[in-house]
């Protein structure tokens, strides 16, 4: 397992969509770039014969903690075993691993762990390129060798296997510091394990136009009796299409054109308040199949679901868009953001009642105003509502949900939020100052805006306490200033990493995300009436008093 340190160019992966290349914000435009390795396959599994070597034996040989780079031609290819921990990243060519009684074929993004004390062989094929990493005990925990054990091959995506090349290189090149080695490498090693466990996998194929025709008439047209009618319209025979539905979506005709049903319903109730009348006017044949459909789907009853909405409720529907199935990131370490357009019950409801009390009319008449007080001295006191925000979260996404808990179990959202927004002035006693960070957020996202100047707060904060809706007890406002400041934190968050990633793509998805959210919660079209700004209706008011928060909230807050 002796091999060198590599000083390939970052953009050296070979076998990669040549559309993940980039370096910081710029990116290569190529499209349907092919595998630019031969392919070489491992159909047969030659026996293990013989001793097997324990590199443990052999000082010159002995594995040491590192993370190194092997190339064509090197390494040991007989079936051996260590102490280590290891974990090799292909980052060209073809070639095979045999770990026990299991082989795997490895390809460019395939991340392998082999146990300690695992007997294991590679066979290389042609140009075989590798990252090798060798961890002592005290790298590891073990949950990471669970985790090894459970998934002992991992197809990263293009994204995240280029992170990681980059990052071992890098490390590569401080080889001559031991201080500064030692230290990158258990963050490398750190970044390898989260990497290992969120990673996405390769992109999914691309759709066959058929599907994408068919669930789009299947969402606007609500009188398609079958499927033969349906793929007549779509211009493929009836087998064909539901072949291709099956194969590509995991659904059938009936299940898409329920759940096309099912999103019509939901658009449909809120203005009939009735069940039935809903229902029929979204496709279905009665409200028994209606029921049924609702309860398979759903989970729940129609009935106990109409009791429990509020204003904001949403379905947990499949999504019937090509554009959101196919919307997934190259990397998934960061949650964020997949929560950019995260809802809290409580801020929600307050926030859309208060905007739709005119919050953007008549600017010319606005007043300095009351505090709208939250009765609250610190941040502190709003953290044991996190664990209630994250239900609501993992709520809306279920799919994350285990995720979405072990995120936030390692983080507090109001500490964070104490130390990045209240900076800006956030006055935790005073709700009609959160209120005023959370929507410049929005516009700020929605927009490519910049934080807004003081005075522009002062507007918004001014507008928002003419038409503030009314709020009951101490435990409400309180519970929509957790809302209101965990929203804003998140979406901040997910602001951040989207920049961060280098991929213009991604802070464009968080700006078409918070959109489409503002639109739906809160009826605005913040590209249009942006809350602060100069294409903001209050920038025609006049901004009197102070925006910054009393000293005593700054320095209860410091």
């Given at each position: 397992?002796v091999g ?9 992966l070979?076998?990669?969509p ?9 990116l290569?435009?190529?499209e ?41 031609g ?20 073809r ?13 460019p ?17 042609p ?13 590891y ?14 197809a990263l995506?293009?994204e ?18 031991p ?9 490398a090693?750190?970044?390898t ?9 390769p ?19 609500d ?17 064909y ?9 995991g ?5 898409w ?12 109730y ?14 279905f044949g ?20 109409a009791r ?18 196919q919307?997934?990131?190259?990397s998934?370490?960061?949650?964020w ?24 009319e008549?600017?010319e008449s ?16 709003l ?12 709520t ?33 006693g005073?709700?009609s100052?959160?209120?005023t960070?959370?929507?410049a ?12 100047m ?9 507008a ?6 009314g ?23 997910a602001s ?9 793509v991604?802070s ?10 503002a ?5 605005i ?8 700004g ?18 005593r ?6």
């Amino acid at each position: 397992m002796v091999g060198h340190l590599g000083h390939r160019p970052l953009s050296g992966l070979s076998g990669f969509p040549a559309f993940f290349f980039h370096f910081s914000a710029s990116l290569a435009e190529t499209e349907n770039a092919h595998l630019l390795e031969a392919g070489v396959s491992f159909d047969y599994r030659p026996p293990m014969v013989g001793s097997v070597e324990n590199f443990g034996s052999f000082a010159g040989t002995r594995m040491l903690p590192d993370i190194r780079r092997t190339g064509p031609g090197a390494g040991w290819e007989v079936a051996h075993h260590h102490e280590e921990l290891e974990f090799n990243l292909i980052v060209a060519g073809r070639g095979a691993y045999f770990l026990e009684d299991n082989n795997y074929e490895l390809k460019p993004g395939s991340l392998v762990w082999i146990l300690p004390h695992q007997r294991h062989r590679l066979m290389r094929g042609p140009g075989l390129d590798m990252w090798v990493g060798s961890l002592t005990s005290e790298h590891y925990t073990p949950e990471i060798l669970a985790l090894a054990a459970a998934h002992p091959l991992k197809a990263l995506s293009a994204e995240d296997a280029i992170a990681l090349d980059r990052l071992y290189v890098h490390l590569s090149q401080d080889a001559d510091r031991p201080d500064v080695y030692a230290v990158g490498l258990q963050y490398a090693v750190r970044s390898t394990i989260h990497i290992a466990r969120t990673s996405a996998g390769p992109p999914p194929p691309v759709r066959h136009p058929a599907v994408t025709q068919a669930l789009s008439l299947l969402r606007r047209e609500d009188e398609i009796a079958n499927l033969s009618a349906l793929a007549s319209m779509c211009g493929v025979s009836t087998k064909y299409l539901g072949d291709l539905l099956v194969a590509q979506t995991g659904r059938g005709f009936v299940e898409w054109r329920n759940i096309a049903r099912l999103e019509r319903f939901q658009d449909i109730y809120p203005t009939s308040e009735d069940l039935l009348t809903a229902a029929l006017a979204a496709g279905f044949g009665s409200y028994t199949q209606f029921h049924r459909v609702f309860q398979d789907v759903v989970g729940t009853t129609p009935g106990d679901w109409a009791r429990k909405r509020d204003d904001t409720s949403r379905l947990a529907l499949p999504l019937m868009s090509q554009s959101a199935d196919q919307m997934r990131p190259g990397s998934q370490r960061l949650i964020w953001p997949s929560l950019a357009d995260c809802s809290f019950a409580a801020s929600d409801r307050w926030l859309a009642a208060t905007i739709g009390n005119g919050l953007l009319e008549n600017p010319e008449s606005l007043t300095e105003g009351e505090p709208i007080p939250t009765d609250l001295e610190s941040f502190e006191e709003l953290r044991d509502l996190q664990p209630a925000l994250v239900e609501e979260l993992c709520t809306a996404n279920p799919a994350d949900a285990g995720r979405i808990r072990e995120i936030f179990a390692h983080h507090d959202l109001f500490g964070a939020y104490r130390q990045r927004l209240a900076i800006f002035g956030a006055d935790v006693g005073d709700l009609s100052s959160l209120a005023t960070i959370s929507l410049a957020v929005l516009s700020m996202e929605a927009n490519h805006l910049l934080m807004p100047m003081p005075t522009d707060a002062l507007r918004l904060r001014m507008a928002i306490r003419r038409a503030a809706a009314g709020i009951g007890s101490a435990a409400e406002r309180r519970e929509i200033a957790g809302g209101l400041v965990a929203q804003s934190m998140i979406l901040s968050m997910a602001s951040v990493g989207a920049r961060g990633s280098g991929v213009v793509v991604n802070s464009a998805r968080i700006a078409d995300t918070v959109h489409e959210f503002a639109m739906r919660r809160f009826g605005i079209d913040l590209r249009q009436t942006p809350f602060h700004g100069p294409r903001s209706p209050l920038s025609a008011a006049t901004a009197a008093g102070e925006w910054l928060a009393s000293p005593r909230m700054a320095l209860s807050n410091s």
